[in-house]
Nanobody, 125 residues
Framework: QVQLVESGGGLVQAGGSLRLSCAAS????????MGWFRRAPGLEREFVAA????????YYAESVKGRFTISRDNAKKTVTLQMNSLKPDDTAVYYC??????????????????WGQGTQVTVSS
């Protein structure tokens, strides 16, 4: 079974930056889409960003557009989320996700069938 492992979370002051990475356990794993979701305490898991593996087309939540950048490395089978200008509202557990079947809308939780265990991001004010 393919596993997704996130790394790069931590504590940062508002206005700072963090880079999250997600690695697939199998190099032959080729999803249609990989994305990042986050869950803050008391809230539902929400979409952050996604990337089409084949084309590199990206999607962003309005709340992070212009601040976050998602990218992929085909050879390493990794996806990265560069987070700049972080705000306290960005505090959450961030989850890497992968979809092995195509979905027209890659912004919903149900579009993905593989999930990482999550990495904590805390932004202080």
């Amino acid at each position: 079974q393919v596993q997704l492992v996130e790394s790069g979370g931590g504590l940062v002051q508002a206005g700072g930056s963090l880079r999250l990475s997600c690695a697939a356990s199998e190099r032959t794993f080729t999803p249609y889409t990989m994305g990042w979701f986050r869950r803050a305490p008391g809230l539902e898991r929400e979409f952050v960003a996604a990337i089409r593996w084949g084309t590199g087309y990206t999607y962003y939540a309005e709340s992070v557009k212009g601040r976050f950048t998602i990218s992929r490395d085909n050879a390493k089978k990794t996806v990265t989320l560069q987070m700049n200008s972080l705000k306290p509202d960005d505090t959450a557990v961030y989850y890497c996700a992968a979809a092995t079947s195509f979905s027209i809308t890659p912004t919903g939780v149900n579009a993905y069938n593989y999930w990482g265990q999550g990495t904590q991001v805390t932004v202080s004010s």
